[in-house]
């Protein structure tokens, strides 16, 4: 085995694996946000009186004020860390498959290639790959294939939920099948993970089947 191809191989796993950990980082940050919104949330504590004069400006009650605050805070990080979650985990997810099908093709890539826009990942156009095919002989295939129906469906509903955002100033309430569509939606970020997790053991299998990677040591 040359350097060469050692070198290929480990740099893709390399970079599967990066974009799977900054999902984790952002999981985390979300639930941290999460956790940190219900501490201050008004409902479950004691109001603290007491008011402070401000010239020219009646008066200000403190602690309300920080309260209401801080829940601007949490919403707006819990907002932007939800966004970033989902995003990594739909760049892992499509990452990581399409280094198995490189792969499985008979290529080399050294890495994975994603663009980026405002901090962002694009996410290639349609939907994820079917490999049950390609990935026949993998125990995996399976399970993968279930996770990728998953996906499908929640992405389709982040598509409907976008759609009626965009209009929203045109409607005058929210219909049922929008609730439905929301709820489902919440759980693309999860599930986009999930599919991914399993897509870098397809990428596992992948290398070892072509020869690539006999050595390469899995990682969850």
């Known amino acids: 085995m040359t350097n060469d191809t050692i070198a290929w191989f480990q740099t893709l796993a390399d970079g599967v694996h990066a974009l799977g950990a900054a999902a984790r980082e952002y999981r985390a940050a979300n639930e941290a946000a999460r956790v940190a919104s219900w501490h201050i949330d008004p ?3 004691l109001p603290v009186d007491g008011s402070v004069r401000v010239p020219g400006r009646d008066f200000v009650r403190p602690h309300d004020d920080a309260l209401l605050k801080l829940g601007d805070l ?3 990080l819990r907002s932007s860390a939800q966004e970033l979650y989902e995003n990594a985990s739909l ?3 499509y990452g990581a498959i399409s280094a198995v099908r490189s792969v499985l093709a008979g290529e080399h890539p050294p890495y994975v290639e994603l663009g980026r826009r405002d901090g962002r990942y694009e996410l ?3 939907s994820l790959p079917e490999m049950n095919r390609a990935l026949g002989q993998w125990a995996g295939a399976e399970k993968l294939a279930g996770l990728r129906e ?7 509903a982040r598509a409907l939920v976008s759609d009626f955002d965009f209009y929203e100033d ?3 309430c929210e219909p049922p099948e929008l609730t439905a569509a929301s709820a489902c939606a919440a759980g693309l970020a999860d599930s986009a993970y999930a599919y991914g997790e399993a897509a870098q053991g397809a990428l596992h299998f992948a290398l070892v089947t072509r020869g ?5 040591a899995h990682r969850p």
């Open 43 to 45: 409902a479950r504590l």
């Open 91 to 93: 760049a892992y997810a």
């Open 150 to 156: 998953r996906v499908i469906e929640r992405e389709r």
């Open 74 to 76: 949490y919403s707006d």
């Open 212 to 216: 690539a990677a006999g050595s390469l």
């Open 170 to 172: 045109l409607a005058d």
């Open 124 to 126: 290639p156009q349609g």
